[in-house]
Nanobody, 121 residues
Framework: QVQLVESGGGLVQAGGSLRLSCAAS????????MAWFRQAPGKEREFVSA???????YYADSMKGRFTISRDNTNNTVSLQMNSLKTEDTAVYYC???????????????WGQGTQVTVSS
């Protein structure tokens, strides 16, 4: 069983930055592909970024160049550095974990409870 706890959300002005963190319990953290998703009001949950235990990263096209995912396998954390934030980035951001494969909206072994990110104009 893995528990995921996100933190770091908040209110920021457009153009600003936020860093989200996700702390994972368990002793096999490096075996999990970790990912971030987001869900804006009235919209479906969407993929943001993922990172393998090896450090290989994946990004949704709209986040490339603005968001950076990283992980610390020693401390069982994954982070999402978000720069140049736009109002359309406003959403609840979720951390997800899936062993061996990239999590998808439909398939993920574990989900966090989410953290709200609000970008004001």
């Amino acid at each position: 069983q893995v528990q995921l706890v996100e933190s770091g959300g908040g209110l920021v002005q457009a153009g600003g930055s936020l860093r989200l963190s996700c702390a994972a319990s368990g002793r096999t953290f490096s075996s999990y592909v970790m990912a971030w998703f987001r869900q804006a009001p009235g919209k479906e949950r969407e993929f943001v970024s993922a990172i393998r235990g090896s450090g290989r990263t994946y990004y949704a096209d709209s986040m490339k160049g603005r968001f950076t995912i990283s992980r610390d396998n020693t401390n069982n954390t994954v982070s999402l550095q978000m720069n140049s934030l736009k109002t359309e980035d406003t959403a609840v951001y979720y951390c997800a974990a899936r062993i061996g494969l990239i999590p998808t909206v439909e398939v993920s072994d574990y989900w966090g409870q989410g953290t709200q990110v609000t970008v004001s104009s």
